[in-house]
C-alpha cells in the first residue's frame, strides 16, 4: 500500500524558515511528477512547486524565488525548504505524487503557520 507522509509544518515567525519532507512508502510505478501544494484557510488549493522525473520545476509566482523544491530518489522523498515565509504562507501543505498511469497519490498534509 502506497502511502506519503509529510512532516516538517510547525509554527514560525514571518521571515523564517522550515523544511517539509515528504516520504513515500510503497512501490510507486512510472511516477511522473512529485509536487507540494497548499490550502490556505478559507482558499482553494493551489501548487506550491513540483518537480518532473527529468528534472524540470516549476514554481508557483506567490513562492518562487523564496522556495526550493527538491528529491531524494534513493529516499524516495520530496523537500520543499521555505525561506523568508511570510503569513500569507500559512496553510497546510500536501504531498503529491502523480504516474503516468493517471494515478495521483496524496499525504495527509502538514500544517505551516506564519505569525507575524
Known amino acids: 500500500q502506497v502511502q506519503l507522509v509529510e512532516s516538517g509544518g510547525d509554527v514560525v515567525q514571518a521571515g523564517g524558515s522550515r523544511r517539509l519532507s515528504c516520504a513515500a512508502s510503497?512501490?510507486?510505478?512510472?511516477?511522473?511528477?512529485r509536487g507540494w501544494y497548499r490550502q490556505a484557510p478559507g482558499k482553494q488549493r493551489e501548487l506550491g512547486a513540483d518537480?518532473?522525473?527529468?528534472?524540470?520545476?516549476k514554481y508557483a509566482d506567490s513562492v518562487k524565488g523564496r522556495c526550493t523544491i527538491s528529491r531524494d530518489n534513493a529516499k524516495n522523498t520530496v523537500y520543499l525548504q521555505m525561506n523568508s515565509l511570510k503569513p500569507e504562507d500559512t496553510a497546510v501543505y500536501s504531498c503529491?505524487?502523480?504516474?503516468?498511469?493517471?494515478?495521483?497519490?496524496w499525504g495527509q498534509g502538514t500544517p505551516v503557520t506564519v505569525s507575524s
Open positions: 503529491t505524487y502523480s504516474t503516468e498511469y493517471d494515478r495521483d497519490y
Open positions: 518537480i518532473t522525473s527529468g528534472g524540470r520545476i
Open positions: 510503497g512501490r510507486i510505478f512510472g511516477i511522473n511528477v
